[in-house]
Every structure is written in C-alpha cells, then in structure tokens.
C-alpha cells in the first residue's frame, strides 16, 4: 500500500471533527475524479451524478468513524466502485453501444490550432469510444490506473483483488484496448497526436 | 506493470489523457450544501430508534421466530409421524 501523504492525516482528522472546510477540500479534489470514474463506468450521466451523491453522502455519514489512516482517494473510488456495481447488480443493466457516451462529449478544450484541436478531439473521441466497449472490470481497472493515477496497489484494494490479479487484469485490459483501438486506424495518430 | 512502465506506454497515456469531468456547478453546489448539512448533525441523530428497532427485528427477533416455528414444525411432524407408524 502506498505511504500515507501527511496532508491526508491532517485531512481525515479534520474530517472526523466534521470540518466543513475539509470536506470542502476533499470535495473540490475528488469531485470531478470520482464523477469521471462513475460516468465512464456507468455510460450514463443520470446515473453517474445518482451514484456520485450517494458516494458523498457516505463519506459525510462515515466522517466521524474514519480510520485515521484512512486514505481519502483509495476510500471514495472503492465507495463509488461498490455503487456502481451494486447499480449494475439491480437493475441488470445492459450493454449499451458507444454512441450514447459520444453524445454526452462535452464543447472541446483549447488546443494550440484548430488542426490539433480537432485531430485530438478525434482521438480522444475514438479513446473513450474504445474504452467503452470494453468490459466494466478491464473499464475499471485502466481507469483507476492509467487515468486516476492509483498505484495497481491501491486499485486492487479498491477493487477487493489481489495485486497480482490486478496487474495481470490490468494487462489484459491495456491488450484489450490497444486492440480495438487497433481496429480503427486512431492508435498510429494517437501516439503522434500525444506525442507533440 | 510498474508506474514507469505505465508511463511510457501510448495506450496508457491515451487513457491518462482523456479529459477531466465534472457534474454542474449548480449540482455540485447542492450536493455540497447537503453534505454541509449533514456533516454539522451530530452523529448521535443519525441512529433513531426507528433504526434501533429495525436492526432488532432483523438481527434478533426475526431469526428467533423463524427458528421458534422451524423446530414446531418439525415436533409436529414427528408426533403425527409417530401416531401413524408409532408402536
């Protein structure tokens, strides 16, 4: 398990005295990353904002009873990792086609010429896209990994495996993708589009 | 897969790319002040005795019942049992 950032000590214990400046903090932080997490495992925005409030919601009636070695990032993906799959659970969701994560693509960020701009948007697009066709447990564990920068220590914890399990997932997951990315011609740009 | 592995691969970096998303800043504002809200009610509140008594019912009571008429049944069976096939 990775060491535990002093601030994060200071931070749990604030949190446990019900510190609304905290909590603000850690909200301000992991907001946008949890929601991401949700949206891109869930494909649904309804969806992802429901589990998203309910994941806080418990952060704030566990604040009192926190570890104080608890490790707020770690805590609130396995929180949100539960929901979704208990989400998955009840109402046996079915898989759904790409097009309806393309639809939820937001106005494009700046890029340094309209040329980059819409090139990378292309990419990006083609990323998600192959991203969600993949399975929810290959989904989560690139996503965990390779977008929220969890340690495939701290990801397997998150999602209750080994971490050797983890990394042999994560392999083929990263296999998975490559290959659909693969069956469009996205990966060659892709790897010049980051590369510049 | 060790973090510099991870960051040299292109398939990796495509994922670590993708851009951040956020829910909208009126929801995100609501759900802050309801998580404000929360935070400043004293943790005793939260347990009512609504929810004493439903962890009561779920925990003891139900299961003592349900043993209570399981081993009825079951006495019941060998009695009339042993009222047809008895000596």
Partial sequence: MTPMDPDDWQLVARLRASDTDAFDEVY????????????????SRTVAEDLLDEAWLRLVKHASSLRPDTRIGPWLFTVARNLYWSYRRDSLVEETSAHELLSLWPSPASWPSPFDMAAAGELERRVESALSTLSPQYREVLL????????????????????????????????????????????????????? | MTVD???KDDVFDAVANLRTRDVSRRRADRLRNRCHALLQTKPEEHVTLGAM?????????????????????????IRRAAAIHGP
């Fill in chain 2, 53 to 77: 008594s439903d962890a009561l019912l779920r925990r003891v009571i139900g299961p003592v019942l349900g043993g209570a008429w399981c081993l009825a049944y079951l006495v019941e069976i």
């Fill in chain 1, 144 to 196: 965990l990994v390779a977008h929220e920068g969890l340690t495939p220590t701290d990801a397997a914890a998150v999602c209750g495996i080994a971490p050797d399990a983890l990394r042999q997932r994560l392999s083929r997951a990263r296999a998975a993708l490559s290959l659909k990315l693969d069956e469009t011609p996205a990966i060659a740009t892709l790897k010049k589009g980051y590369a510049t």
């Fill in chain 2, 5 to 7: 592995e991870r960051e």
């Fill in chain 1, 28 to 43: 301000d932080t992991y907001r946008p990353k949890v929601f991401g997490f949700l949206l891109r495992m869930s494909r």
